[in-house]
């Protein structure tokens, strides 16, 4: 069955004619949220933890600037860097789109250093506590793509495609979804279940790394590349490439926590 996207307005309240509440914004808010109340949730059912609330309070707050700031500097670099070295103020210019997730990714590392330096903890265990609130946050953010109509997919012959009138009138992938399945649903459930009870230091890093960049790879072969870089080599995309090391990392994490070397350097 050929689908049609809905055209949702982008904008979900308007506030005056040329201020409104952004549905791509809300989805950023439920992310948040999300994360302190799973955070809350961890605090009393995790104990080996030893996280408190006003640790989830501050660790939202590095986490925000981290994903906002890297996911905006690393749009520039990884996808845009030729555009705004013509124009360079446009990168202030947040409110006209253009945020990459593994920017956002490495602006969240460099922020937990930070806030390891208020709550000496292992970085890496704080990045265990950290990497099963992050997915939802993961997945809203995919439909908030899907709502503003971005992001589209690959032209398709299956009977589950979609059409994106405002791009033109083939049958796409809907790889949003696809990709709020894979790195949202899918990877919350299984960092979710895996965390439920106390593991080796790195253990819940390393399967994140490996379950987000592994959905991504896979996801990004329904995914129409941006116009303006195309396929690179190997006919691999941008976000292809950037994930490749997230796997190798996580792979080779996940062997160096079983073998007990993250505990012995902590």
Request: charged share 10%; net charge positive; proline share 5%.
């Amino acid at each position: 069955m050929i689908l049609t996207h809905p055209q949702i307005n982008p904008i979900a309240l308007s506030i005056t004619d040329s201020f409104g509440i952004h549905w791509y914004g809300l989805m950023y808010l439920i992310g948040f949220l999300a994360f302190l109340v799973l955070g809350r949730y961890q605090v009393n059912h995790k104990p080996w933890f030893s996280w408190n609330n006003q640790m989830i309070d501050d660790a939202l707050f590095y986490g925000a600037l981290g994903v906002i700031l890297g996911g905006r500097i690393g749009y520039v670099l990884f996808y845009q860097f030729s555009n705004f070295m013509q124009h360079p103020l446009d990168i202030i210019k947040v409110w006209q789109g253009g945020m990459s997730f593994h920017g956002g990714f490495l602006g969240v590392l460099v922020a937990m250093f930070f806030f390891m330096r208020k709550y000496p903890q292992p970085w890496l265990k704080i990045m265990d506590f950290v990497a099963p609130l992050v997915p939802i946050g993961l997945g809203a953010g995919r439909m908030g793509n899907f709502i503003n109509g971005e992001l589209w997919g690959r032209e398709t012959h299956t009977k589950f495609g979609m059409i994106f009138p405002q791009v033109d009138f083939l049958v796409r992938h809907p790889s949003q979804l696809y990709e709020f399945a894979l790195e949202g649903v899918a990877l919350f459930c299984i960092l979710w279940w895996f965390s439920r009870k106390e593991r080796i230091i790195g253990a819940v890093s390393a399967l994140f790394l490996i379950g987000y960049g592994c959905f991504r790879f896979l996801a990004e072969f329904t995914r129409e590349p941006d116009d303006y870089l195309g396929l690179l080599q190997l006919s691999l995309s941008m976000g292809q490439w950037l994930s490749l090391p997230m796997i190798v990392m996580g792979i080779w994490m996940w062997f160096a926590a079983n073998a007990g070397r993250f505990n012995k350097a902590n």
